[in-house]
């Protein structure tokens, strides 16, 4: 993508002041909104929690084959709040926030309403 290799030098910060325990924030370092986002993998076959891990934004389980049933499918499943139990096999991501995906003001958004009783066609 274009805007991440112009960025590209900022890519390597791993924004370690953002600390497992919050949900999101600025990263002091690169400045960027980053969100911590927990993920767990799971074994397709038989449901079984595997330890996660991740490697370059990609989540797999530690263990190649399920020490339950032998498969080697899996799921990835987000959770939305960790818990002491899923901690033990889940992966935090940092996920970065792209503040222009964000909405910015409500102004805008009242703009964009207030335009469009004006779009209704007028014959004459
Ligand atoms: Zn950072
Ligand atoms: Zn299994």
């Given at each position: 993508m274009f805007l991440t290799n112009l960025f590209g030098?900022?890519?390597?910060?791993?924004?370690?002041?953002?600390?497992?325990?919050?949900?999101s924030g600025y990263c002091p370092d690169c400045g960027k909104l980053i969100k911590n986002e927990w993920y767990i993998t799971r074994c397709?076959?038989?449901g079984v929690k595997m330890r996660a891990c991740a490697k370059n934004g990609e989540i797999y389980p530690q263990?190649?084959?399920?020490?339950?049933?032998?498969?080697k499918e899996y799921t990835v499943e987000k959770i939305e709040k960790i818990n002491f139990v899923d901690i033990n096999f889940a992966v935090l991501q940092k996920t970065e926030i792209n503040k222009d995906e964000l909405p910015t003001t409500t102004q805008c958004w009242e703009e964009r309403r207030g335009g469009q009783p004006r779009l209704t066609v007028k014959y004459l």
């Open positions: 030098l900022k890519r390597t910060c791993t924004h370690d002041k953002i600390t497992p325990d919050m949900d397709a076959c038989c263990n190649h084959y399920c020490t339950n049933c032998g498969s």
